[in-house]
């Protein structure tokens, strides 16, 4: 049974790349092209529950039609692993910038809340191969009793857009890396996309994050930790019946200057236990934020903030997209092009959800324009 939407998975992937500035001098009977739709036909079936050799093959005989095969010529597996080789991260980066470009013109208007891109960062770990070079390049976490796992272990943190679903920018570390360096570095790509609103979870609250934010001009609502983690200025105010505050907090900016600015803290009615890795005490929630205006009341502060939960569950379906949590990899260059082709899946599942919002406004007319508008050469 083919699948449903190969063929305009195959359209996408044909305008998208329609727009590389590269050049393929020769024709060959599995090209770049095919190999990156095949590479995101893997990751969409789970290749780890079959085997790789038979999932490739299946693939295969699910898209020759959609990459113009024929019954008689129809590349062996090994052909396909080469061709797959040959897509390296540097390809993937050029295809993601032209792709998120693509993302953006089709949801117009309806990408920005208020006016601002909602982004929502967090981090997850990847198990990988048991390679030396990946275990030398994002080292072995440790186990019950101080030994060291034989699995290498990645830590990757990306900054995922709320409406859309994808990711913005990405930072791969080894396992013992931290979320907060790599939010830090992610802030500075995020900013030339304009109007930004942050959504961040307990555990990445620093002065100098704060401080940098508020230096790039960006929104943000940020959770704080509770109970005796709390932060001084919003100790007393914690405990007390007020819900939405003005706070002068104390921040650092990145050259290292202190300096205090009203911030608003923002207390949730309801009382739900406390961070999973702790005693599960009940406290209420704490915002912190610098949204102002009539706009940004305390309930839709709160019902924003909720949607960063959103992050959360597209961890799980990437993992599970992975092959239970797990990459297939064996090399460095590897392990980034799958993370990257699941980021371009997630771009072409996006602009098959506004192609299908695009024809529910106008079923009768045909498309001569946006992401599935035939390419027009010079």
């Not at 079959?50 to 010529?73: P, Y």
């Not at 992610?186 to 704060?210: E, K, N, W």
């Not at 102002?292 to 990437?318: C, K, P, S």
Request: glycine share 8%; net charge positive; aromatic share 4%.
């Amino acid at each position: 049974m083919a699948l449903p939407h190969a063929p305009t998975l195959a359209m996408v992937v044909r305008v998208i790349l329609h727009h590389l500035p590269l050049k393929f001098q020769r024709s060959r009977l599995n090209g770049p092209r095919q190999s990156l739709l095949i590479l995101l036909a893997i990751i969409q079936s789970g290749v780890d529950r079959i085997g790789v050799r038979s999932a490739r093959l299946e693939v295969m005989k699910r898209l020759d039609t959609a990459l113009g095969w024929s019954v008689d010529h129809v590349p062996s597996t090994s052909a396909v692993c080469r061709a797959l080789r040959k897509l390296k991260p540097a390809l993937l980066e050029t295809l993601l910038s032209v792709a998120k470009d693509e993302v953006t013109k089709s949801y117009g208007k309806t990408l920005l809340i208020h006016g601002h891109r909602v982004v929502a960062i967090d981090g997850c770990r990847i198990n990988a191969k048991r390679t030396s070079v990946l275990a030398g390049w994002l080292g072995l976490p440790k186990q019950a009793g101080k030994r060291k796992a034989q699995q290498p272990q990645a830590l990757v943190v990306v900054a995922r857009c709320i409406v859309t679903g994808i990711v913005l920018a990405q930072e791969i570390v080894s396992h013992s890396g931290s979320e907060r360096d790599c939010a830090r570095r992610l802030m500075s790509s995020l900013s030339g996309l304009g109007p930004l609103l942050v959504l961040l979870d307990r555990g990445f609250p620093a002065r100098d994050l704060i401080g940098l934010m508020h230096e790039l001009r960006i929104k943000f609502i940020v959770r704080m930790c509770g109970g005796k983690r709390t932060w001084r200025e919003l100790r007393d105010l914690a405990v007390g019946s007020a819900k939405d505050v003005a706070v002068p907090m104390k921040i650092r900016s990145g050259l290292g200057r202190w300096c205090t600015t009203a911030m608003r803290m923002i207390l949730s009615d309801q009382i739900s236990s406390g961070r999973p890795k702790s005693d599960r005490t009940p406290e209420r929630m704490i915002l912190v934020t610098n949204l102002n205006g009539r706009y940004w009341n305390t309930q839709r502060v709160i019902a924003m903030y909720h949607r960063r939960w959103d992050i959360e569950t597209t961890f799980r379906e990437d993992k599970r997209l992975l092959g239970a949590t797990r990459s297939r990899s064996t090399t460095q260059d590897g392990f980034r092009t799958e993370l990257l082709a699941l980021q371009i899946y997630r771009i072409i599942m996006a602009l098959i959800a506004a192609q299908v919002v695009a024809d529910a406004r106008d079923v009768s007319g045909g498309m001569t324009h946006g992401p599935f508008a035939a390419p027009q050469r010079s």
